[in-house]
Structure formats: C-alpha cells, structure tokens
C-alpha cells in the first residue's frame, strides 16, 4: 500500500498558523493532529527561514522560535530575525516569574490541568512586590495595565464569564507555554534581581520612616 501523503492545503495551514501565533491542541484538534503528521515537513521549511519547530506534545502546543545566532568567531553569514525579540519591563517580567511558580505549585499539587485564576488573585500576587502608595485605585490600574501586557504576550487567556453569571472580576488562564519562556535559569536570575528589588524597597520604607538617621 503506497504511504499516505498529507494534503498540500494541510501544510500552508499548518505554515501560516505557526508564523502567526502559537498553535494549541485544545483551540483546534484537526489542525493539532495535522501538525504531529507534518511535523518534519514543517521543521524543514522554517528552518529555511532561520526557525525552529518548538512542539510540546504532553502540554499541546507548538510555536516558531529564531534560531540561535552565531558566535562571534563564526564566519557564517547573520540572517534578519523573523521572530522579533521583546525587551519587557520590570512590571511584566515579575507577573510573569510570579505566574510561573503559581504554575509549578499548581502541577506539583497535581489535580486539574489548567490554572485559572482571577483578576483579583492575579493582583494579590504582585501588590505585595510594589512599593505602597496613597492612590490604590492607580495601583490597581497600574497592575491592570501589566495583565493586559501579558495577555497580549499570549501568557494569559481571559476567560468568557459562564452564561448567566453575575458580572465580577475578570478570569484568566494561565497559558502552558509560559513553562516552555520562563525556565529554571530564567527564574533564579529573575529571584536575584528581585532581591536587590526588595532591598531597595526596604531601604525606601526605612528613609519614609525616619530610620537610620541621626
């Protein structure tokens, strides 16, 4: 019996799906199961566009990341970046530390798989780490701002409220793929500069309160 080929229309799917944004299992099954058929296909043509095929198969899903850059003393010619790098601010790289170790303890504490967590929950997890301020509704609005950052990031989806539930604060999922950008490296550097962070608080706290001075 001759091997059973994909069709074409399959792969640009798959093709133009992956350039856009990251591909889950649970937003379309056909297109996932199509991916896990095609997947050396696709891997050889982004990687004619300096790409990599990143595919989780235990967490469903996949994405496109730019290959890592030559070194220094490598002759070999520097390709542009199809996937541009994000420079993130202090606000967005704490949401997003903060979120991924809600996500470890979530695992470790096994159970259901998919982390939802409230609009209110998500700002108790970062007002303890800003420094306190008169206006707490301009706090509010400032934690806001970064969710909406991260959202747009595509590590956190706001859930549609159930039908007919009363109106109350936004829900949000804690999208997998935060696991595959925020590593273990990632983290503890991220712990390091927190530190040096809380200091700066503390020394700030202590000059407010008129400690330390003669």
């Known amino acids: 019996?001759?091997?059973i080929v994909a069709p074409a229309a399959d792969l640009s799917v798959l093709l133009i799906s992956l350039l856009k944004s990251v591909l889950y299992r649970d937003d379309d099954e056909r297109l996932w199961a199509a991916l896990l058929n095609l997947q050396a296909r696709v891997r050889d043509y982004v990687a004619v566009l300096n790409l990599d095929l990143v595919l989780d198969e235990a967490e469903g899903y996949a994405f496109l990341k730019s290959r890592p850059e030559p070194a220094d003393d490598d002759t070999s010619p520097r390709l542009p970046r199809l996937v541009a790098r994000r420079a993130l601010s202090f606000a967005?790289?704490?949401l997003l530390a903060l979120l991924r170790k809600k996500l470890a303890e979530f695992d470790a504490g096994g159970g259901d798989t998919r982390l939802v967590l409230s609009r209110d929950d998500i700002v108790e997890l970062v007002r303890v780490f800003l420094p306190d301020g008169p206006n707490e509704a301009k706090l509010i609005d400032q934690i806001e701002t970064t969710i909406n950052k991260v959202a747009e990031l595509g590590f956190l989806q706001k859930l549609k409220p159930a039908?007919?539930?009363a109106a109350g604060p936004a829900s949000y999922e804690v999208r997998r793929i935060l696991k595959?950008?925020?590593d273990a490296q990632w983290l503890a550097e991220f712990d390091a500069r927190l530190a040096v962070y809380h200091s700066q608080l503390a020394g700030v706290a202590l000059v407010k309160e008129g400690i330390g001075h003669e």
Request: aromatic share 8%.
């Open 180 to 182: 595959a950008f925020v």
């Open 163 to 165: 039908s007919g539930a």
């Open 1 to 3: 019996m001759p091997p």
């Open 92 to 94: 967005v790289s704490l």
